[in-house]
């Protein structure tokens, strides 16, 4: 009965890592260990001038894997959350 439910809060923790700012931005050297979130901060210039195709790029590209793990996932998410449900 805990296989779905560990699944699910598994999936919904390595999206939360995944798509994790602050820590890595106040540990991490800026320049030699960019993760895909703050990359895609920098990518904004000065003065407000913005790079749309290179951020849309790289937001479509960090998209993929989290949404590739998702779907094969999927089933255990659902059968977590359904069973959650269930008075009984």
């Known amino acids: 009965m805990m296989k779905p439910t560990l699944i699910s809060v598994g999936v919904l923790e390595i999206m939360w890592v995944w798509n994790d700012y602050l820590l890595p931005y106040l540990v991490l050297d800026r320049n030699k260990y960019m993760t895909i979130p703050i990359h895609i901060q920098y990518l904004q210039g000065s003065y407000g001038h913005v790079d749309l195709g290179a951020t849309m790029a790289l937001i ?27 008075k009984g």
């Open 60 to 86: 479509t590209l960090s998209l993929i894997p989290i949404l590739a793990f998702y779907l094969t996932c999927q089933k255990h998410i659902i059968s977590g959350i359904t069973a959650g449900a269930v």
